[in-house]
């Protein structure tokens, strides 16, 4: 041990010699020595020096736009494994780390690990040369478990650690904490990625936040409101494994999944303004109020970024989250608008679908440093592809086109998954950036999480190896600037600084000070940079009567209408006066403001809106679905009253309905409107798609006599078409909405009762005054049928079955001719003489693509899908070659239960009526929906469920399994990376 640990440090130092001092910092070498103190002391078995040949040639490494240039700021030991960063008013860097990153996983005695709890570090550049050169510890915590978020405000820090968002107030300014407050708590995902992540200021002064979908949500603010939130999503952490769907908050709504909040600054009026997502990263806002955001998928390619309109529905579940996207996906759909439910009324558009990746960090960039071309640039980094992608949001009616270009990216082909050290030596796609932020100095930081693994709770770099990387113009010397807060231009300058957090320190001192800073604010409405602008007008509308009579003035004579919807926002609080600037806007030649407004008119009561919706409707065309999602909202809970009156201003035909009209009616689906719908469907004149679209619109009324409309159409139309889409209506709905509206057949359960042979030896095989021979016997009888072989695994998962059954019925149990048994009772059952195939070994063989394609065919499809060719069992594989490299997908075939993605973790469920059923769970509520492993529905009525737990082993079966070999196996790896989807 000691002679390899002399070498190793002479290694090292021969790197240093070779190296030189070109860019290796003072961090590189403090790493040297950390990693041979790690190895003397034998608690990192496996590291091996991981950067030190990336560094010297970053340049050429990283891909930046023409005239930019990126330099390393920090590295560790300065820093390990960053999750998010902040900026102060000093220039200074906060960084949260996650050294403790699900030691569930990840064992704790072969890596970086923090007994004490993980860290909050403090990095700053104090002479100006453009690297860090001092670290310090804020706060180290035993509270802090993997946190996701920071947000310094102030004196306050604020740490986004599920279940808790913590506040770390520093009273007398000397970078220690002297007080600790969970400041709000009750959020799911503790341990978890899809939890709690970090808090920003916006424009308007509030505060936001986003949280993931790993639920449940259960949190009452300051003020006593409560949030109850869920969906059917659990698993991914041992900590997760209960969530529930359909819960009511004190606001009367069923929130759904990963959500938006915002708060005031002293944590109360806290509300949802968006939700549905998967797991937004972080949510980003723009100095006009706009909201942004990315969200990453379960396992395809439909990664996004997206504007998220207030109060949106982000389309993940169903809308009360009792069911998945694989539950609701129809015939025909393609991916991307299942997986975000986008042809479902009251679910706002995606945005744009980034493909397969891991989202991390967003930002706006509103600074001038990099030239007007790049100001309001919308930064989302990927982890998954090693990137930051880049948008300059344009306005699209009432929504936003996002067209994407790659800004940052250290390697021309993007990649997700494992890349081993011992068998990938390039590092560049070891590049996984958690989180982008704006500098006091205008620059753009990047925090890397250098490890080759993205997802599935993992980390494989187990020195815990992070850096900052600082991005800046070559022609320009960007230099922090001082702020002193304590004078008028002082915060003026805070104000307009391009770290968002910092601006709010100016805002916040400005706003104490009132009508006397309003000349001065004024001033600011002159800049030609309309973010500077947008800042004012936001706070003009907080700086007493003076200030307020400025913002109308913006409402109703600005040209720029980004201006107008700010100031339109920025108004819409006075409750007083709301409904007088609505009035004023509502009249706007922009769809932007115009969509302001029906969205601010959701809680308003029909008698008091009535005419202003009329209004917004009259400029409404059927082509922009952000206008009809928001006149859905301005109808919420208002849908009859709100159809009752426009009705009148239609023909009495329901078939000669505007276009417009009747996309409206779909969006608001009233009850009142069951019979119109009918007509419209069964109508000879309309074209199929308006059809349709009545059908749709009728699968979406949750009333008897919607049913018997859909069972009329189906049976009276003569249109193939509509006879199948209503026949799949009737098929989906009788086992989860409509599933109490109607004597339907008895389907639901039918065949679940055990065979009298079965039967019988079920029960000598829980006789514990049978032999153990007799009990062997009958379960190896058992062991041969499909029923059998399901209630012997059911049994072993609960410790029904001794060690010697459990042995003598193994063999049987593997020779089952059904896969599904073969493939669940090796979580139970032991099964002699396998093969372990090594990774390694296979990598050596050369792979060809057309037998590989063979193989698939004859192997995978059973459950996989490529294109149209396959079962849509398992996971889509049409672009699987963008995600995993080579070695991630030898060891998911080789190891497929290492990481089960959400929505294929298995399910068991042993009924009363004596049966065992295994399969993916698609829905939860009115019935429980499984998928078997032959794609069949298996649906259960809640009263006959007996038990109901996860398994550990997934249903997919191991390349052994399959009968795979080596050979095979390589040929398999080599067609599959040509499986990808061109048009991303």
């Not at 790659?406 to 989180?435: A, C, H, M, V």
């Not at 997802?455 to 020195?463: E, L, Y």
């Not at 020779?815 to 090594?838: C, D, V, Y």
Request: glycine share 8%; charged share 25%.
């Amino acid at each position: 041990m000691y002679a390899h640990v002399v070498s190793y440090f002479i290694f090292s130092m021969g790197l240093i010699k070779k190296i030189g001092g070109s860019l290796l910092t003072k961090g590189s070498i403090m790493l040297m020595i950390f990693s041979f103190v790690c190895c003397a002391d034998n608690r990192i078995a496996d590291y091996q020096t991981p950067v030190l040949n990336y560094q010297t040639n970053m340049e050429n490494d990283f891909i930046v736009p023409e005239g930019w240039q990126i330099s390393l700021w920090a590295e560790s030991p300065s820093l390990y494994n960053p999750t998010n960063m902040d900026v102060d008013e000093k220039g200074r860097i906060w960084v949260t780390e996650a050294v403790n990153y699900r030691d569930f996983n990840n064992d704790p005695k072969h890596r970086l690990n923090f007994e004490e709890g993980d860290r909050i570090m403090i990095l700053e550049d104090t002479d100006g040369d453009g690297i860090s050169d001092t670290s310090k510890v804020f706060v180290q915590d035993k509270d802090l478990v993997a946190p996701m978020g920071i947000a310094v405000v102030g004196n306050k820090v604020f740490v986004s650690c599920a279940p808790t968002l913590f506040v770390y107030t520093d009273e007398n300014g000397d970078d220690v904490p002297d007080k600790k407050e969970a400041f709000l708590t009750g959020f799911g995902g503790f341990d978890h990625d899809h939890s709690l992540h970090s808090l920003v200021v916006g424009p308007d002064g509030k505060w936001y936040f986003n949280t993931g979908n790993a639920g449940p949500h259960r949190v009452t603010d300051k003020g006593g409101w409560q949030l109850r939130s869920g969906s059917v999503y659990s698993g991914g952490t041992p900590y997760n494994d209960k969530n529930e769907p359909a819960q009511v908050s004190d606001d009367g709504r069923i929130w759904v999944g990963g959500l938006a909040l915002r708060m005031n600054n002293k944590g109360k009026d806290l509300e949802v303004v968006g939700h549905n997502f998967r797991n937004s990263y972080e949510v980003a806002l723009d100095s006009y109020g706009n909201m942004w955001q990315n969200d990453n998928d379960d396992q395809v390619v439909t990664c996004r970024v997206s504007w998220l309109m207030e109060g949106g529905n982000a389309g993940y579940f169903n809308a009360n989250g009792k069911r998945t996207w694989q539950a609701d996906r129809k015939p025909g759909q393609d991916i991307f608008t299942a997986h975000w439910h986008q042809d479902d009324p009251g679910v706002m558009p995606a945005g744009d679908n980034t493909g397969a990746g891991s989202p991390t960090g967003v930002v706006v960039y509103e600074g001038d440093a990099f030239g007007p071309e790049y100001r309001g640039m919308l930064l989302s980094a990927d982890a998954g592809r090693n990137v930051i992608f880049a948008y300059q949001p344009s306005p699209n009616g009432a929504g936003f086109d996002l067209k994407r270009r790659d800004l940052i990216t250290s390697t021309q082909e993007s990649t997700e998954g494992y890349i081993w050290n011992d068998i990938d030596d390039d590092k560049r796609k070891w590049f996984r950036p958690s989180d982008v932020a704006v500098g006091t100095d205008g620059a753009i930081y990047i925090a890397d999480w250098y490890d080759p693994v993205v997802g599935g709770h993992q980390m494989m770099d187990t020195v815990g190896y992070g850096r900052i990387y600082r991005i800046s113009p070559k022609e320009k010397n960007l230099t922090i600037p001082k702020i002193d807060l304590s004078t008028v231009q002082g915060q003026i300058d805070a104000l307009l600084n391009p770290a968002i957090n910092v601006r709010s320190q100016g805002f916040e001192k400005l706003q104490e000070q009132g009508e006397r800073v309003v000349e001065d604010v004024k001033k600011i409405l002159d800049s030609d940079n309309p973010y500077h602008r947008s800042r004012a007008i936001w706070l003009l509308s907080k700086l007493g009567n003076q200030g307020n009579a400025i913002v109308k003035n913006v409402l109703k004579n600005e040209p720029d209408p980004r201006l107008r919807t700010v100031a339109f926002r920025a108004l819409k609080d006075d409750a007083e006066s709301f409904l007088k600037y609505a009035s004023t806007a509502a009249n706007d030649p922009s769809p932007q403001v115009r969509r302001e407004v029906a969205i601010s008119l959701r809680d308003i009561p029909w008698k008091e809106s009535s005419t202003l919706i009329k209004e917004l409707f009259k400029g409404y065309n059927d082509n922009d679905p952000w206008y009809l999602e928001a006149l859905g909202m301005a109808m919420d809970g208002k849908e009859e009253s709100a159809y009752a009156e426009l009705l009148s201003d239609q023909p009495n035909d329901p078939v000669k309905w505007s276009d417009a009209f009747a996309s409206l009616v779909w969006r608001i689906h009233p009850k009142s409107a069951v019979n119109a719908l009918k007509e419209r469907a069964l109508a000879e004149s309309l074209s199929p798609n308006l059809k349709i679209q009545a059908v749709d619109a009728l699968a979406f009324i949750n009333d008897r006599d919607a049913v018997a409309a859909m069972l009329a159409i189906n049976k009276s139309s003569t249109n193939k078409t509509i006879k199948e889409t209503s026949q799949w209506w009737l098929d989906f709905r009788k086992n989860n909405d409509w599933f109490a509206f109607w004597d339907w057949e008895a389907e639901n359960g039918e065949g679940f009762s055990v065979p009298d042979n079965i039967a019988e030896l079920n029960e000598i095989l829980l006789n514990q005054d049978t032999s153990t021979k007799k009990r062997i016997e009958a379960g190896n009888e058992m062991a041969g049928s499909l029923i059998g072989g399901r209630l012997l695994i059911s049994l072993a998962a609960k410790n029904q079955l001794s060690n010697e059954v459990i042995s003598g019925i193994s063999e049987a149990i593997f020779n089952n001719p059904e896969l599904e048994i073969r493939t669940l009772a090796s979580e139970h059952f032991k099964k002699s003489g396998e093969k372990q195939m090594a990774i390694p070994a296979i990598l050596k063989l050369t792979g060809d693509s057309g037998k590989g394609e063979s193989v698939f065919l004859s192997k995978c499809t059973t459950c996989h899908k490529n294109g149209i060719t396959g079962n849509d069992i398992g996971p889509d594989l049409s672009s699987i070659g963008e995600k995993f490299d080579k070695t991630a997908l030898l060891d998911a075939i080789i190891h497929p239960n290492a990481s089960i993605v959400f929505g294929y973790e298995p399910l068991m469920i042993k009924t009363k009526s004596g049966q065992a059923f295994f399969g993916f769970l698609l829905s939860e509520g009115e019935t429980t929906v499984l998928k078997d492993m032959t794609g069949k529905h298996i649906v259960i009525a809640p009263d006959d469920i007996e038990s109901k737990e996860k398994m550990k082993m997934g249903i997919m079966p191991n390349a052994l399994a399959l009968g795979l070999t080596e050979q095979d196996l390589a040929n398999l790896s080599a067609y599959l990376l040509t499986l990808k989807n061109s048009t991303l």
